[in-house]
């Protein structure tokens, strides 16, 4: 099983930091207009949310494995729920390849699986170098093809 | 082909109305901010009219149809002219509704489902009663003789094969009374809520003489309602509102299934209901990804059970997307009849949760009432006159029984074409899933289930009935079974699509 490359826990770090901030400062606008209790409220809001955030993130990175294997793409992640996914083959509708503002700044990309499924309807590997990405993104598409082919 | 020439015409008042009183109402916030003559008015508002007018006529005349060997083409549009064709064989269900309104001019809506997206294809609002039927059998037949040249293009295609349907199964009256007691719709629950304030005086009178022997408040002012006479009220007339619910659900239910009819014809069910509104509608047999058989907790008894199937498209005037009722409701035998013509699968014996698994509720159920109570306390420190805070206390003994009945009737069945599920005390249903209909395999562990070693699997189809509905789901069964099932269901998926080949 395949792992994701190890700056992914950067990007993830520096997106909690982000959603840390903004609670901060949702919490800050809440105190200044109805609790009143002081700016040390948002600091330790903002505190508490890093010290879940980060050690969360490096968990996650820790857990998250993937692999193409012969019929299926087989995801394993989540930190809390621990969540198992095959994506056979057969069933890729179509595969995108994405790359956000804090990913590119690292130097990653993700690899989105579409199926037609109700609930898992897109699949994402996040933290892919871009050669790996576009790797991925072909060999996937080849392998859809294929096995289209022999039903 | 264009559409019903009565629906020109009230298209045309339609937008005629929406013309004038748009022009009203813009005259009339121009008539405050400057001083605009008044009696301009009754030229403006007429100008407005026949300008929408004119615009539903020309809708009306620039909106056609058309049958060709191989697309359903429409044309529309007045300003952004639109042409759509739709391959016959990507049509999912062809539906046909008949407003009360429009039965008496014995006319009818069409619509045309295909698997992409959350919208209709395509909607013909609306066509004459025998336009509509001519069109559905007509889509049907080209269907099938585009799936017959696809598969054996040498073979002559003999389209006049039955286009009358074959009557597989007939609601009786007896099967919709027992419906109409048996199947209590949530949902009604709202339409009660919002109905008791519009019910006035009468409600509220007799809500407070019932209440007031049992410790109600006197009237429902602020002043007379101490928090404990409130909970007086709320406990009179919860069952006032469950009985008012059952009334609701059940004109609902005799409305929506009255006179409902299945049938076949070749690879299609065909089916229609509906007391004032008549709907119609085309399952293709072999776009349908699973079956549900749904026993609610009264029905159980009686050995009845109804049957819904889902397909990947979107269902016209169903409360669930994707799903439609095969047979509403009757004997168990006939339910599972029906469901093995459709998905010829075996009987049925369910594989239990461990009994881990029913601690695991008894646990959850306990967590909850205790999170009650102590939203309970702090509410009764911050309000004085609200005593009875330890009232969900009552609940404790209940816990366990309602863990046991949620764990016995919880369970999955690995059979050799397909994989079936069970959940649901109150509503029971039973999931079938054929393996060729998989599409992605999901295990998941929350923290609390790696502890006692459990494990919940999905089993996904492409049907957009997994919002509130069954899922086709087995939660809490054993670690390893679970990845035993998660490593099989891939190898049958692969196995059935080879087979099928």
Partial sequence: MESLHSNVRIVWVITAALGAIVLGVFTAVVDRFLLDVGLWLAAVVIVVALACGIPYSVARYRVWRFEIQADALVLERGVITRVETAVPYVR????????????????LASVVV???????????????RPERASEIHDRLRVLAIESEDAV | MRLHSLSGIWNALGYGVNGGSVVFFVWMIGLTLSDLPVSLLFVVVPVGFLVGVGYGVAQYLLFEYELT?????????????????????????????????KRLFGCAVLRMETAGGGSTEATLDFVSKEEAVRLQSAVRQRKRAAAETAATESEQTNQESTTEPTLLFELRPRELALLTVAFLRPGALLLVLFGIPAGGDLATT??????RPLGGPESLSVSAVSPNSLLVLVGVGLPLVVVGTWVVSGLITVIEYFGFQLGRVSNDLVYQRGLFRRYSGTIPLEKIQSLTITEPVLARPLGHAGLQVETAGYAAGESERGSQSAIPFSSR???????????????????RLPARARRRYVVQYLLVIGGL???????????????????PVVALPVAPVAAHYKWKHRGYHVGEHHISFRAGYWRRKTKVVPYYRLQTVFTSQTVFQRR?????????????????GANPTAYDIEGEEANRLHTLLCERLQHALSSRQ
């Fill in chain 1, 92 to 107: 890729v509708q179509h595969v995108d390849t994405q790359r956000g503002p804090v990913e590119r700044l690292f130097g």
């Fill in chain 1, 114 to 128: 579409y199926t037609a499924g109700s609930r898992g309807a897109d699949v994402t590997i996040p933290g892919l």
């Fill in chain 2, 69 to 101: 060997d191989e697309t359903f083409d429409i044309t529309s549009g007045v300003l952004n002219r639109t042409h759509r064709e739709i391959p016959y064989h990507r049509i999912q269900n062809i539906d046909v509704t008949q407003s009360f309104g």
């Fill in chain 2, 206 to 211: 007799v809500l407070l003489s019932l209440a």
């Fill in chain 2, 333 to 351: 035998d006939r339910v599972f009849e029906l469901a093995r013509a459709i998905e010829p699968f075996e009987q049925l014996t369910f594989t």
């Fill in chain 2, 373 to 391: 109570i102590a939203v309970g306390y702090l509410f009764s420190a911050l309000v004085s006159e609200f005593t009875l805070w330890y009232l």
């Fill in chain 2, 452 to 468: 006692l070693g459990l494990a919940t699997l999905t089993a996904d189809i492409a049907s957009s009935t997994s919002l509130g």
